[in-house]
């Protein structure tokens, strides 16, 4: 749970946090969609997340800090 909750009370779904899939610090492919292209960086993921959550990941070529969607255990996507 994200919070505490009382003794017979009600556990709601936002009440609730997924198991994160990525950790802070993990390396993590970068991979940049949009129109046909697809290009793929490694770099660091700045946030721990869980499927489906933007977090923000550092590129390790350019050093750049992007938003990306959490797609697996090693891999984010950046939409271009």
């Given at each position: 749970a994200s919070r505490n909750i009382l003794k017979d009370g009600i556990i709601q779904k936002n009440s609730v946090k997924t198991k994160a899939i990525i950790e802070?610090?993990?390396?993590?492919?970068?991979?940049?969609?949009?129109?046909?292209?697809q290009i793929?960086?490694?770099?660091?993921?700045?946030?721990?997340?869980?499927?489906?959550?933007?977090?923000?990941?550092?590129?390790?070529?350019?050093?750049?800090?992007?938003?990306?969607t959490v797609d697996s255990n090693s891999k984010v996507t950046v939409r271009i």
């Open positions: 802070k610090d993990q390396s993590v492919d970068i991979v940049f969609q949009g129109r046909g292209v793929a960086l490694k770099g660091k993921a700045l946030k721990e997340g869980s499927m489906g959550d933007k977090i923000l990941v550092r590129s390790d070529k350019y050093n750049k800090i992007y938003s990306a």
